[in-house]
């Protein structure tokens, strides 16, 4: 088998900013692809079906929990979300980059199966602007968005389990620091298993 590729866990409150920030990670960087999961969450406005998450039902999902499709599943407000084998195993075996983004229990089940992941959290630069950015979305209803909002103090005091926390207050200098994050890890990685090869091979990918 290749070296495993490296994994990096993206957790944040509702509305921080998480998907924003992953999804222009992506677009500059080609060596990492982000896990589809499965969701029994109904979904909003633009998002299709295989590419934001796999829409299934209550019963698809207890039969993939059945069948121990699911490296980790979850309740997040009120809905049941898992990263199956299938998302990631066979890239991460390949030796390529995944990024999940998920919520921080699934990130701290993550954390047991591969303890070389890297989980990073991501902040809100404050409670009021959290709920403006929800609100600006304007894609979950009010009583939804007091929800997130409540569970969000319970997410936020999750954040002392987490390898790095990002503060997304100016969105170019959050992603600026998760880039660094994500290269840094790249190259320590490669220099662990000492060879000068890997190490190079490393730089290029920055
Ligand atoms: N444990 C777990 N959480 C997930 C997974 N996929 C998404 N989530 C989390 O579920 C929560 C709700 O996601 P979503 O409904 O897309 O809302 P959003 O975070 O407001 O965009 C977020 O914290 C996601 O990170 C997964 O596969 N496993
Ligand atoms: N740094 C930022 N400043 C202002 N608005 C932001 C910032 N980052 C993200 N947003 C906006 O906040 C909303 C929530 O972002 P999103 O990526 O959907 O959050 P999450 O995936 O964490 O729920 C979106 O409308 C997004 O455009």
Redesign the pocket.
């Known amino acids: 088998m290749e070296t495993p590729g490296n994994l990096f866990v993206v957790a ?1 409150p ?7 920030l992953v999804k222009a990670l992506l677009e500059l960087d080609s060596h990492l692809a982000v896990s589809v999961s499965h969701t029994t969450r109904a979904p909003r406005g633009q998002e299709q079906d295989g590419r934001e998450y796999h829409f299934i039902s209550n019963a698809q999902f207890d039969a993939m929990i059945e069948h121990g499709d699911f490296f980790e599943w979850a309740e997040v407000h009120g809905n049941r979300y898992g990263t199956s084998r299938n998302a990631i195993e066979a890239r991460l075996q390949a030796g390529e980059d995944v990024v999940l983004e998920i919520d921080y229990q699934g990130a701290l089940q993550i954390k047991l199966i591969f303890p070389y992941a890297v989980l990073i959290f ?1 902040l809100p630069p404050s409670w009021e602007e959290l709920r403006q ?1 929800l609100q ?2 304007g894609e979950d209803h009010p009583e939804v968005i007091a929800q997130r909002m409540i569970n969000a103090r319970h997410e936020v005091a999750q954040a002392r389990h987490f390898d790095y926390v990002i503060i ?4 170019e200098t ?1 992603l600026f620091d998760l880039k660094t994050v994500v290269h840094s890890q790249r190259l320590k990685y490669a220099s662990q298993k000492r060879s000068k090869s890997q190490v190079f091979a490393a730089l290029d990918l920055i």
């Open positions: 944040a509702s509305g921080a900013g998480k998907s924003s991501i950015r600006r979305r997304n207050a100016l969105f959050a």
